[in-house]
């Protein structure tokens, strides 16, 4: 059984202007010990995918209109407030997007990371601090004993992102889920902290929800990857079936458009158009406006997320078709 | 250099650090930046990397004038920044923009995307006020956001979609010179594709100089003219943009450049990287000699008591390092 299952999730806005899809019928699983990549058009729905699982969303306007996502047995949209206390912030903990938004100004780095240890472990504070500060230390925060005392302002974005990262692994997750956690980072401390997942992973046998625009780092850190666009799952295979024969139109599309394998100073590729209106149902294809090989049957049929070979699905109906 | 636009002399910016609220105690200095001098010529691009925490941010403030300067000089078109009165500041303001690093602290939270992008237009009186929605629309079509969005706010839209907003104010005012810190870090390869070809754009065509602040080398490889390399509040290597990545001289750079994640898993999983040991210094307590040393693989007993200078090493490309041309072939 995985350890996180996740069918058919819809979370919607609902707002003065109209109901915004964020996420429209979503379906994954992530086994013990698995690093699932999860890549796609910024604006998809990769972390409303994640704040419905953790149960972060914003209650109104977000509601989740559907949906299961069942954690070691337990489905974390439909559980008992104390059985969701229980599991998020200690089995499961998530890595956000924007240190600032999750970090409180008006608190000490300190106290902000001996919190969950004193909320979820019998821990005294003064070993919390220890564990805190040894936990700041494996980041790559220099010194950790003088600066755990300092508040979120001063330190550097990279820094603070760093914080966060102690954070979520201070209280030794089962699963983590991680929203950019490196983008703020030059390559070195990202290499770092990519080392840290890997082995806090290979120690505790931690399970990782990883989401990047990095395509570099997904090749690098991901057993399997899925792609996401406007809401839905386009495509989802093993890294390198992914990266070697990717085959959903916009997949293809997001490969073609890494700047390393173009040219210096030459326009760079890009996908032409723009994301679609997620406000208004969408018959067929979501990417059909913007796609290349789009035909009538692209705009009437809503597609599905079939196999194409073991453990390699995708949504296309032209692809599913052997037509391209 | 031809026709310099800004020009940096010894800028230096330190933070004092305290502990305690009422009674403070002075724990130190943090010197975040420390003796930069750089030019930056009309129409160019220049690249900012570094290790995090290393003072490109602070740098980028210190140019628009958000934080003061501890020492030294930020020229703008002739006229002395630091010196300025806040009037002359007020007016260099429209100049020179900023894109922030943190698209979520940036954005008033309290401004839908029209009032952000209306606010610079009027206050700087830049278009008829009739033309103001018009213009609006327009920009946020140059960034690709459609313009259905501009009775949103902030919260309602994803990380990418709100640099995007950052990115069209800044453009609102036709600035001479954008400072960019980290614009295209949290979209997509495809958006980020979009920026970097917009940006790129009006660099050729309004002549338009850039200072692209990035982690990803590929993108500021791609972007950039010359790329200037900070470590620990000053740089340690400076020249054109494919030199530096292709030929990196400076032991950090070397490091930096190897650590570059390869969008090919099988490439990826079996390259040699230059780990570096040991943690990033805190620039509360920088080593002494060259700041790099404890965690250079090339360091030598000279390099733990000399500050290196930032000097030609080759054509176009200055480094600071005292060791550069021993260790130019390994
Ligand atoms: N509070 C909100 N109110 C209304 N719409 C929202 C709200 N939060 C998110 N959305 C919408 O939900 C959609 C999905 O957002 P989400 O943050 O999940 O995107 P993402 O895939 O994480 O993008 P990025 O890569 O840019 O972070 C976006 O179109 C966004 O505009
Ligand atoms: N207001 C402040 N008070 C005290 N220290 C500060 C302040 N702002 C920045 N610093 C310190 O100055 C140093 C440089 O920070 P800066 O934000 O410029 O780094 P950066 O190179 O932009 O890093 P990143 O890549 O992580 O964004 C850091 O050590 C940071 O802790
Ligand atoms: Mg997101
Ligand atoms: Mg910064």
């Known amino acids: 059984m995985p350890l996180l299952s996740v069918t058919d999730l819809r979370t919607y806005f609902h707002t003065r202007s109209g109901i915004y899809r964020a996420v429209d019928g979503v379906s994954f699983s992530v086994e013990r010990g698995e690093t699932l990549g999860i890549v796609g058009e910024s604006g998809s729905g990769k972390s409303v995918t994640c704040y419905s699982i953790i149960g972060l969303l914003p209650i109104p306007p977000a509601r989740i209109e559907s949906g299961t996502a069942f954690f070691d047995g337990t489905d974390l949209l439909h559980c008992t407030p104390a059985q969701a206390r229980a599991i998020r912030g200690k089995r499961v903990a998530m890595i956000f997007q924007d240190p600032m938004t999750s970090l409180n100004p008006y608190m000490r780095i300190s106290e902000q990371l001996i919190e969950p240890l004193l909320i979820h472990e019998k821990i005294t504070r003064h070993n919390a601090l220890a564990r805190a500060t040894a936990m700041l230390e494996s980041v790559g925060i220099n010194d950790a004993q003088k600066r755990i005392h300092l508040y979120p302002h001063e330190f550097s974005g990279g820094m603070r992102q760093r914080v966060m990262i102690a954070m979520a692994l201070i209280t030794k997750p089962e699963l983590l889920i991680a929203d950019e956690p490196t983008t703020a980072l030059d390559v070195t401390v990202q290499a770092q902290i990519l080392e840290l997942i890997k082995k806090m992973q290979r120690e505790l046998g931690m399970a990782v929800i990883f989401i990047t625009h990095d395509l570099g780092v997904v090749s690098g850190l991901c057993d399997r990857v899925q792609v996401m666009y406007a809401g839905r799952v386009v495509e989802a295979a093993d890294v390198r079936t992914l990266f070697h024969s990717p085959k959903h139109p916009y997949t293809r599309g997001l490969q073609r458009s890494i700047p390393s394998l173009q040219p210096k100073g030459a326009e760079l590729y890009t996908i032409a158009g723009l994301p679609p209106d997620v406000s208004k149902p969408l018959p067929g294809c979501a990417f059909a406006a913007r796609c290349e090989h789009a035909t009538a049957r692209c705009t009437a049929t809503t597609p599905a997320l079939i196999e194409l070979a073991s453990g390699h699905a995708q949504t296309c109906l032209r692809v599913q078709a052997g037509e391209i | ?330």
């Open chain 2, 1 to 330: 250099m031809a026709d310099p636009i800004l020009e940096l002399r010894d800028v230096r910016t330190h933070f004092p650090v305290t502990q305690g609220f009422l009674f403070k105690r002075d724990l130190g200095t943090v010197k975040a930046v420390d003796g930069v001098t750089l030019t930056l010529a009309r129409g160019e691009v220049l690249g900012l990397v570094g290790e995090s925490g290393c003072g490109k941010s602070t740098l980028a403030r210190t140019i628009v004038q958000l934080v003061p300067t501890t020492g030294g000089a930020v020229i703008l078109e002739g006229k002395n920044l630091t010196t300025g009165s806040t009037t002359e500041v007020h007016d260099i303001r429209r100049d020179l923009q900023m894109v922030f690093q943190d698209p979520y602290a940036s954005l008033n939270p309290r401004m839908t995307v029209y009032a952000t992008l209306a606010e610079p237009l009027l206050v700087h009186g830049v278009c008829p006020v009739a033309d103001v929605p018009a213009r609006v629309a327009e920009l946020m079509r140059i960034v690709g956001l459609a313009p259905r969005f501009m009775q949103k706010y902030p919260h309602e839209f994803s990380g990418g979609q709100r640099q995007r907003i950052a990115i069209a104010r800044a453009l609102a005012l036709e600035p001479k010179i954008i400072i960019a810190d980290e614009p295209v870090s949290a979209l997509d390869v495809s958006i980020q594709a979009q920026i970097l070809n917009l940006l790129a754009q009006l660099v050729r065509r309004m002549n338009l100089s850039l200072v692209f602040i990035a982690h990803d080398l590929s993108v500021v490889k791609h972007i950039s003219d010359r790329v200037a390399v900070m470590y620990l509040g000053k740089i340690v290597e400076l020249g054109r943009a494919a030199d530096i990545i292709e030929r990196p001289r400076h032991p950090y750079t070397r490091a930096l450049v190897s650590a570059i994640p390869t969008p090919d898993p099988d490439v990826e999983r079996t390259r040699q990287r230059i780990v570096l040991p040991g943690d990033p210094p805190s620039p509360m307590n920088p080593p002494v000699g060259c700041a790099f040393n404890p965690r250079c693989p090339h360091a030598k007993e000279i390099c733990k008591s000399s500050v290196p200078r930032l000097s030609s090493f080759e054509a176009d490309r200055e480094v600071a390092c005292v060791r550069v041309e021993e260790i130019a072939n390994l």
